[in-house]
């Protein structure tokens, strides 16, 4: 895929169907460690969530890999590091959530993926890459990511 975490500069990737879009994510994942954030952008149906599936996925995690339903967020077992999958598409404002709200699902053991990320964003330290998933007809979808290498520096 060509991917390589010297690349700062944004990649873009099209994919055929979900298998595609998820060993794209499965080739980010091999760039993550314990402490990264992953922001995941596009519209609903887009693929997020299938994206984080497969990352997840590549990261140990064998449970099935779900929207969040009840909560923000899921929690998974990986490989030696937890699995964080938060969907904020339902949090109208985190100010007016408690302020620790995103603690559960961060921290220096784990790699979390966060679907509509725009309320939370600036609360979110770490952040490694960022995802933007777009339709293209069918089953095709642009995947663009942008990968910050440095960005592991805290
Ligand atoms: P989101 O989380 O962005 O709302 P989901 O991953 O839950 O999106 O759903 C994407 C839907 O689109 C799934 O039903 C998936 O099977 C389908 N799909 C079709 N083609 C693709 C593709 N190339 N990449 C990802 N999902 C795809
Ligand atoms: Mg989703």
């Not at 690349?7 to 998820?22: S, V």
């Not at 402490?35 to 596009?42: C, M, N, R």
């Not at 509509?116 to 890459?129: D, I, K, Y």
Request: aromatic share 6%; with cysteine.
């Amino acid at each position: 895929m060509g991917f390589s975490s010297a690349t700062p500069a944004p990649r873009t990737f099209e994919t055929d169907g979900p298998a595609q879009t998820e060993a794209c994510a499965a080739e980010l994942a091999r760039l993550l460690e314990p402490g990264d954030v992953v922001l995941v952008s596009g519209e609903l149906g887009a693929g997020k969530t299938t994206f984080v599936r497969g990352a997840a996925r590549a990261l140990g995690v064998t449970a099935p890999v779900t929207s969040p339903t009840f909560a923000i967020g899921n929690r998974y077992d990986g490989a030696g590091l937890g699995i964080s999958h938060l969907d904020l598409y339902r949090l109208a404002s985190l100010d007016a959530e408690e302020p620790d709200l995103l603690a559960d699902y961060v921290g220096s053991d784990r790699v979390a993926f966060v679907e509509w990320p725009a309320q939370a964003e600036s609360r979110l330290e770490g952040v490694r890459a960022r995802v933007t998933l777009e339709h293209l007809g069918g089953d095709r979808r642009r995947i663009e990511i942008v990968f910050e290498p440095d960005a592991g520096a805290r």
